[in-house]
């Protein structure tokens, strides 16, 4: 009864879960006590190159010193035909070839473009392991999918404000395991940076080719983001023609960097109907010592001094602390960029 209690207090503390990170973290957890393994591992297969690979992102021991006497085989994750018969079947995949471990393979549901695999490894694998660990697989893809459509642009499919809402604060908590870092003022240093875009003239295109171009042009630059930002950042359709994008562990430099090429990609991409389409980007450093709602002001600041400034550029917040640049601390667009 013990044990049965503690797997529902689990899966209880899983589903009171928003974030798609930590709903991972405590699935991992919540499967390590339910199927009393000697190791969980997560793991995904990469396909963009010559052959499939398979990676090792994160394991987990077993906390009790009974259960964990010999590191999990690696040589496992080398068998990649193991986990293309998991992904191509959809039926767990169990290996009991292995010195001293016994392992099943699941595939993760919901998974990004790199199929995702649980792997479970115990001195012996048994049909109850395989099915209470399904079940719960189960129950985390309806729970993460409700998550998903909660946290989803519907037209993009990027986060959505709501997301937003909840990942900055998040982020700004913690920052403080960057703070070493980021006390060192030399440009190299990793930060973190918030970026605000808007599409330049963005009502002039609906008002002249009709919101189903719009919609359109809104499709094609949020594929733009997504290729020029990569998978390790966060990607927010802010509101109509605004995004946002939290920039993790990069230097002053690459940001700008980034940004640059973003604008560019965009400015030259020859959209269907409507022709050349800019943006203008604000980015403001976030800091340990900031409010989200101030760090949020700061990049939008950025973002209208590009307006300003002729649009089609990108601002950085910190270089208009210099004197000859003024801050506006209510900055108003001008008509033509208001969304409707």
Not at 4 to 22: F, G, K, M, P, W
Not at 127 to 145: A, H, K, M, P, Q
Not at 192 to 210: E, P, W
Not at 224 to 250: C, K, P, S, W
Request: charged fraction near 30%.
């Amino acid at each position: 009864m013990v044990k049965e209690q503690s797997i529902i207090t689990s899966l209880v503390e899983l589903t009171r879960l928003r974030d798609q990170d930590a709903i991972r973290n405590k699935l991992l957890s919540a499967l390590l006590e339910i199927s009393e393994a000697s190791w969980l591992v997560l793991c995904r297969m990469e396909r963009e190159r010559e052959s499939p690979v398979v990676e090792v992102t994160n394991h987990i021991p077993n906390p009790s010193p009974d259960k964990v006497t010999r590191q999990f085989p690696a040589e496992l994750f080398e068998r990649t035909e193991l986990f293309e018969r998991c992904q191509k079947g959809g039926n767990p995949v169990w290996v009991q070839d292995l010195d001293n471990y016994q392992s099943i393979i699941f595939q993760l549901p919901n998974s990004s473009r790199h199929h995702e695999f649980v792997v479970v490894f115990n001195e012996r694998v048994d049909e109850r392991t395989e099915r209470i660990i399904s079940s719960v697989l189960d129950l985390y893809d309806n729970f993460l999918g409700l998550v998903i459509e909660n946290t989803q642009d519907p037209l993009t499919r990027l986060y959505n404000r709501g997301a937003f809402d909840i990942d900055l604060p998040a982020t700004l908590l913690r920052i403080n395991e960057f703070e070493e870092r980021r006390a060192d003022p030399r440009p190299e240093q990793k930060r973190l940076f918030l970026a605000m875009m808007d599409l330049d003239h963005f009502k002039r295109i609906n008002d002249t080719f009709g919101h189903l171009y719009g919609d359109e042009v809104i499709l094609i630059f949020s594929s733009i983001l997504r290729e020029q930002m990569g998978d390790f950042d966060r990607i927010y359709r802010y509101g109509g023609e605004e995004f946002a994008v939290i920039l993790h562990d990069i230097t002053r430099d690459e940001a700008e960097t980034l940004m640059e090429r973003l604008r560019r990609a965009v400015e030259t991409y020859e959209f269907p109907q409507v022709g050349q389409v800019t943006v203008s980007i604000g980015v403001a450093e976030l800091k340990n010592n900031h409010l989200p709602s101030s760090l949020l002001d700061f990049a939008d600041q950025a973002l209208y001094h590009s307006k300003d400034s002729g649009r089609n550029r990108v601002t950085f917040f910190e270089d208009m602390k210099q004197p000859e640049i003024e801050i506006r601390s209510t900055p108003e667009p001008d008509e033509d960029d208001i969304f409707f």
